[in-house]
Each structure stands twice: as C-alpha cells, then as structure tokens.
C-alpha cells in the first residue's frame, strides 16, 4: 500500500514538473496589436498551439460570422485559433494572424472565432499553449486614444 501511494505522489510530481507557465503582455506595433512573452518570465521554447482572446466578463461582444463558434462568441470570446502540434508560430503574435501549421486532426476539433473588433475600455484577457505544456496567459485593455493597458493578474482585489 505504501510503495502504491509512493508511485501515485512520483508520477504526480513527474507529471506536474512538465508543465510551464509565463505571462503574455499586449502591445502596439505598427499599429496592430501585438501579443508578447512578459520580458521577466520564462519564454515558452515550443510553438502555439492555440490562442484565445476573450472579454473578461464573458459578455457577448460581436456577431457570429460563418465559420465560428457561436458558443465562444456568447461567452465573450472576440478571437480563437489552434493549430495541431506540427506548429510554426512563436511569440510575438498579431492580434488575428492566424496561427501557422498543420490543422488539428478530426479527433481533435477546433473551436475557431475569426478576429473580432476590440471595445476600448473593456478588460479583455488573452490565453496561450505552447506546445502541449506551456501556458500562458494576460490581461489588457485599449484605451479611447489608442493605447494598450497591460492589467494584473486577476484575483480578488484586481478582478474589475
């Protein structure tokens, strides 16, 4: 019984090492918002595999157009893209540059919303996978003249 508990606490903590995370900052460039790996973290060394950008209070913010997936824009979400693990895009990442690399198999379907205009004001958060085992992730928010507001992680005294 011990050795089993033993092997059960090993292959956990095995398992949980292989796994990464790092903070996604959001920027300008020329003009078009750009996602990049916070300088002060560990950058992922895998491609995307996928992106998602969603509004953070999970409010409808566009219309459906063919081709997405009408239940990530109800919750929210003005932009999803994967690709399969044959990928090719590594950070920094335009905002609806779709992600290069082979299309996920049928086995694994892909839920895609095609780029979406962005609300200034509203508090937006952006999710990535690198590889199979790097995530990352951020807040941000575009201001009335134009700027991009990198926000902090959410919790409990910063999630508005």
């Known amino acids: 019984m011990i050795l089993a508990r033993a092997l059960i606490i090993a292959g956990v903590l095995l398992l949980g090492g292989c796994s990464y995370t790092y903070g996604i900052l959001a920027t300008m460039v020329d003009g ?3 996602f990049v790996v916070d300088p ?3 950058r992922p060394s895998a491609c995307l595999t996928s992106i998602i950008v969603m509004a953070q209070d999970g409010q409808r913010r566009a219309q459906a157009e063919p081709g997405d997936d009408v239940q990530l824009i109800d919750r929210g ?3 999803s893209n994967s690709v399969g693990y044959d990928c090719e895009t590594r950070f920094p990442v335009t905002y609806g540059a779709p992600l290069a690399g082979a299309p996920k198999s049928p086995e694994q379907p892909g839920r895609e ?4 205009p962005l609300t200034p004001g509203v508090i937006y958060e952006v999710a990535a996978v690198a590889g199979a ?3 990352g992730g951020g807040r941000f928010r575009l201001t009335t003249d134009g700027r991009v507001e990198n926000l902090p992680a959410r919790g409990p005294s910063n999630d508005r």
Do not use: C, E, I, N
């Open 32 to 34: 078009r918002l750009t």
């Open 40 to 42: 002060d973290q560990r």
């Open 113 to 116: 919303v095609g780029a979406k």
């Open 133 to 135: 085992t790097g995530y």
């Open 77 to 79: 979400v003005v932009w």
